[in-house]
């Protein structure tokens, strides 16, 4: 069973949800979070400040536009939204393999238009 989220980032708020990944299962109880983020061309990731503990399940690399991964060796929150510096044209590609967690929509144009860091909060809707 996914778990409806929301996502905001500054002022922009994306909702979606947690999938029934392994990653998204550990996610789930740590909500509410709190988070600073940093940008990486278009994507947007930082430490989740919680521990999800060893997972298990699938990690990948090229991911959709949306896509809410979970980046262990940073212990990081992701977010995709665009290219990459590792993309190769236009898809979303993480830097090294990630867990996916879920997915989320919003209004794509106002999350390209915010800074190189921003405050985020990640909650269930």
């Known amino acids: 069973m996914s778990l409806a989220v929301k996502l905001i980032l500054q002022e922009v708020e994306l909702v979606g949800e947690l999938d029934d990944s392994p990653a998204g299962k550990a996610l789930a109880p740590a909500l509410p979070l709190s988070m600073s983020l940093s940008r990486w061309g278009q994507e947007y990731y930082g430490d989740l400040g919680v521990s999800l503990g060893p997972l298990a399940g699938e990690q990948v690399e ?64």
């Not at 929150?77 to 919003?106: I, K, M, N």
Request: glycine share 10%; aromatic share 10%.
């Open 62 to 125: 090229v991911l959709e536009k949306g896509a809410l991964a979970f980046w262990q060796p940073g212990n990081a929150l992701c977010l995709f939204f665009g290219p990459t510096p590792a993309s190769q044209g236009q898809e979303c590609r993480a830097a090294s393999p990630v867990y996916p967690l879920g997915r989320v929509t919003g209004d794509w144009a106002a999350v390209k238009a915010l800074g190189p860091q921003v405050k985020a909060t990640l909650t269930a809707a």
